[in-house]
């Protein structure tokens, strides 16, 4: 099985599950920014299954399902403390209301934050623990860092780093003590070609969030697709490049066709062509695609057997594949 060397110098499976589809519905007032309805006792379900597969993190926010999601991660891993879990601070929420309030990273706030997601979690110690605010100015995210570090030395988090996707936030604190990982989008159709040299210089993790493009690279979704209301996929975001209201991106939907069968070479399904992708771009990767059912958490785990892609594979990906510029660095 694929390993990935963590911060404490154990090795885990090279691939952890992101917990923010669990969290059921939630809002930015009328905007949704949850995955819509969710059933609780499934989800368990699921996070048992990944479990008794072998993986051994998974990442959630506190604005994921606005707390909701924490609460079903903490009640399926109450006796699985072996587990590790990450978890994500900087943006308010209203639990009662389902609700994202907005940016709240004073030193207070953030301090209240970690210890209700203490009490959700149902742990005395978070693993890891991310600042969620992608594009916070450098100095601003000193002082969350500066507070995070109390935390640590309270024993209340283990270790840090940024869900971010620019290389100057993530080299500003690259050789801080305790932080060991920057969580970014990258996928076949964005390879982050900026940032993953900051992260493999410094010996970072390279969390990566939206590994399957928010599911367009599970191949569930084509140009006629709709996504129905109370799901993040159904607004129209600057940072939500792979779903226009409800619809996917027709250019993505042409250049998985260009790469449909790479991505399924050597029996792989296109979900694990898409992870295998991701561990030949970097060793640095531990992906963390989203997941609802025990039948899509065995194929996400199915992966792990099969590895990366060969070179010879991720040259041709690179020979068809037709990608937009980078550009400047952005939330994604």
Known sequence: MLTREIWDKRNIPALGLGCWAIGGECSAGDVPVGWGKVDDAESIRAIHCAVDLGIRFFDT????????????????????????IGTKVGVAIDPARKQMVGPEYSRDTIIAAIDASLKRLQRERIDLVHLHLNSL?????????????LLRAAGKINVMGWSTDYPDRAAAFAERDGFVSVQHAMNVFFRADALVPVIERHGLLSINRSPLAMGVLSGKYGKDSHIGTGDVRSISAQWLDYFKDGHVAPAYVE??????????SDGRTLV????????????NSLPIPGFRTEAQVRDLAGALEKGPLPAVVMNKIERVIKREPEGEARDR
Not at 63 to 81: F, T, W
């Open 61 to 84: 926010a506190q604005a994921y399902g606005a707390g909701h999601s924490e609460k079903i991660l903490g009640q399926a891993l109450a006796s699985h403390p072996e587990v590790l």
């Open 137 to 149: 100015p450098i100095d601003d995210a000193a002082g969350v860092f500066d507070t995070l570090d």
């Open 255 to 264: 250049r998985l066709d260009t790469v449909r069968d790479l991505l399924q």
């Open 272 to 283: 694990q062509g898409a992870l295998a992708w991701l561990w030949a771009r970097t060793p």
